[in-house]
């Protein structure tokens, strides 16, 4: 097909109200056909980001670790292989953003520019569809599912953000397990023009009273920071809420702000373990160690001493880690911790080797869940942000 013959058919697709509501196989055959391709399927991601599961076509998971679609997904880029069938197929990853949805397996006669140019076209539109419908639509949450959630989880996964947030100063990623059992454990990262905000919550408890209890804490959060609250008020804003709502619960978090214009950092600790700093190949040790105020909630408002917000400049390229104690508890197979070095070992060895962000959480994760002699002792919560603003 004729480039302006496919802009034209594609363009008569937009202009359709119709499309608005069309499911996701109907809007797949309908845009492929549009821009002239042969045949196209839709892979998701599943909860723990271990497999690619099929939306639009009746065929079997793909392993993320050992495939080429799964390269495609970990490494955000373009791989081709010949298909059983005659012609190719290009793997093309499908980002929301900076939020890794899965891929889009293309199957062509032949990949040439004009089919290339078409088929990222395509991934870069059933990317923002899927996100758009899947907050509404229960088709994609069960299918990416591998097993039933339970209640508190299924009550906490209802308020956290997407895994992945950035822009060109800034990446924020974030991980949590176990992915169907989670308790009292939350992360909360968004952007604004100038500032991203981060925070990390472990509830006591792993029950449904801790679940709403950070759930309330993630409330609190947003409402303080939407409503132009700064860090020491909206740290405030959380210990009200819990102590007016839920006055027997409480929970630690790590909440900070950074300026990614400038690289100003700063963050409270409430009863929570100190963030990481790595900095270039090295730990900076004990570089965000500072005395914890009190928990949020009941402890936080009967202390005398106000909370304290501290502050530091970060350089390029520096990255923060923030965790919850289920990370620090976790232990081998061996029944030895893994301990904070090793984490950074970890993520200092993987940005070497050119690993985005979120596939090294991903990794990171994984490999403590599989050195695991049993279930993990409590929630482990990973987020991770990196400073990286543009040369000049």
């Known amino acids: 097909m004729p480039t302006s013959e496919a802009s034209d058919a594609l363009l008569e697709f937009f202009a359709d109200p119709a499309h608005l509501t069309l ?34 076509d009746v065929t079997s998971n793909i392993p993320v670790d050992a495939s080429l679609a799964g390269w495609a997904y970990r490494t955000q880029s373009l791989r081709v292989e010949e298909s059983d069938t005659g012609g190719v197929i290009a793997w093309l990853p499908l980002v929301d953003g900076a939020e890794r949805l899965g891929v889009l397996a293309v199957r062509t006669s032949a990949l040439t520019a004009t089919t290339l140019t078409r ?43 997407p895994r992945t947030i950035g822009n060109s100063h800034v990446v924020s990623t974030a991980v949590l397990e176990p992915a169907y059992e989670i308790g009292g454990d939350a992360f909360d990262h968004a952007l604004t023009r100038t500032t991203l905000h981060v925070a990390v919550i ?129 232990r081998t197979h061996e029944e030895k911790l893994f301990g904070l070095e090793r984490f950074a070992d970890y993520v200092i060895r993987a940005t070497a080797g050119g690993e985005l962000a979120p596939e090294t959480l991903r990794r990171l994760i994984h490999s403590l869940l599989d050195s695991q002699t049993g279930r993990l002792r409590d929630d482990a919560t990973l987020l991770m942000f990196e400073w990286r603003p543009p040369a000049g």
Request: charged fraction near 25%; aromatic fraction near 4%; glycine fraction near 6%.
């Open 202 to 330: 472990d509830a006591m408890g792993h029950d449904l009273a801790s679940g709403l209890t950070s759930a309330v804490s993630l409330a609190a959060c947003r409402n303080a920071r939407r409503n132009g609250a700064d860090l020491p008020t909206l740290v405030e804003c959380v210990d009200d809420a819990l102590a007016s709502w839920l006055p027997d619960q409480y929970c630690t978090a790590v909440i900070a702000q950074l300026d990614f214009e400038t690289g100003r950092l700063r963050w409270s600790n409430c009863g929570h373990p100190a963030p990481l700093l790595i900095r270039g190949e090295q730990l900076i040790t004990d570089a965000l160690e500072r005395d914890a105020d009190p928990p949020m909630g009941v402890p936080g408002r009967l202390s005398p001493e106000p909370r304290h917000t501290h502050e530091i400049r970060l350089e390029p390229g520096d990255r923060v880690l923030v965790y919850t104690d289920g990370v620090t508890e976790a």
């Open 119 to 161: 088929s990222r076209a395509l991934a870069s539109l059933l990317a923002m569809t899927i996100s758009s419908k899947r907050a509404s639509e229960d088709s994609f949450v069960r299918h990416t599912r591998t097993e039933p959630m339970r209640l508190p989880s299924e009550m906490l996964r209802a308020f956290l953000p």
């Open 23 to 56: 499911d996701l196989d109907t809007t797949v055959a309908r845009c492929t056909k549009a821009l002239g391709l042969q045949h196209a399927v839709v892979y998701l991601v599943d909860l723990q980001q271990r497999c690619l599961v099929p939306q639009t």
